[in-house]
C-alpha cells in the first residue's frame, strides 16, 4: 500500500547509491504483490500463468546475474489502522460522506487480507513457486 508521512525524509540522511554488486552475497526483500500487480498492470499476454513466470525470471536473475538471495514478503492480516485507512479510501471514491464511516474494529482485530479471489490466488501459487525453490517468504 506503500508508506505516507515524512518516513522517507527520515532515511534521506542514511541514503547512498550503490551498484548491482552491492547486492552480492545480501538477502533482498522483494514484495511479491508488487511484482505481481507491475505485471498484470504492463504486459497483457496469452501466457499461461504470467505471474510464475514472472517470479520465475525475476527470482533467476537477482540470483545468477546479481548474486542476490530473494525473501518474498506478502501481505498478512492488515491492522485496524490500515483496514479504517481502506474503508475511508473506498467511501471517499464512492462519493459517500466520511461521517458515514463504521465503527473501527478492536485492536488486532483487522480486516481480512482477501482483496479478490483471482490475486489471492496468484499470490498462493507465485508462494508456492518459492516454497519449490527454496526461497523463504
Same mark, same amino acid.
Given at each position: 500500500?506503500?508508506?505516507?508521512? +515524512?518516513f522517507?525524509?527520515?532515511?534521506?540522511?542514511?541514503?547512498? +547509491?550503490?551498484g548491482?554488486?552491492?547486492?552480492r +552475497?545480501?538477502?533482498?526483500? #522483494?514484495?511479491?504483490?508488487?511484482?505481481?500487480? &507491475?505485471? $498484470? $498492470?504492463a504486459?497483457?499476454?496469452? #501466457? $499461461?500463468? *504470467?505471474?510464475?513466470?514472472?517470479t520465475?525470471? !525475476?527470482? #533467476? $536473475?537477482l540470483?545468477s546475474?546479481?548474486?542476490a538471495?530473494p525473501?518474498f #514478503?506478502?501481505?498478512?492480516t492488515?491492522s485496524?489502522?490500515?483496514? &479504517?485507512?481502506?474503508?475511508?479510501r473506498?467511501? !471517499?471514491?464512492?462519493?459517500?460522506?466520511l461521517t458515514?464511516? *463504521?465503527?473501527?474494529? *478492536?485492536?488486532?482485530?483487522?480486516?481480512?487480507?482477501?482483496?479478490n479471489s483471482?490475486?489471492?490466488?496468484?499470490? &498462493?501459487?507465485?508462494v508456492?513457486?518459492?516454497?519449490?525453490?527454496?526461497?523463504?517468504?
Open positions: 500500500m506503500g508508506v505516507g508521512g +515524512n522517507w525524509d527520515l532515511l534521506k540522511p542514511y541514503a547512498r +547509491n550503490e548491482f554488486d552491492f547486492l +552475497n545480501k538477502r533482498v526483500a #522483494v514484495d511479491l504483490s508488487f511484482w505481481i500487480v &507491475q505485471h $498484470n $498492470n504486459i497483457k499476454t496469452h #501466457v $499461461n500463468k *504470467p505471474h510464475l513466470r514472472l520465475f525470471f !525475476r527470482t #533467476v $536473475n540470483f546475474k546479481f548474486g538471495f525473501v #514478503v506478502v501481505d498478512g492488515p485496524s489502522l490500515k483496514s &479504517q485507512a481502506r474503508i475511508a473506498f467511501f !471517499r471514491s464512492s462519493g459517500i460522506e458515514s464511516l *463504521p465503527v473501527p474494529p *478492536p485492536p488486532g482485530g483487522g480486516v481480512s487480507a482477501e482483496r483471482s490475486f489471492s490466488k496468484c499470490v &498462493q501459487e507465485c508456492e513457486l518459492a516454497k519449490l525453490l527454496g526461497i523463504p517468504y
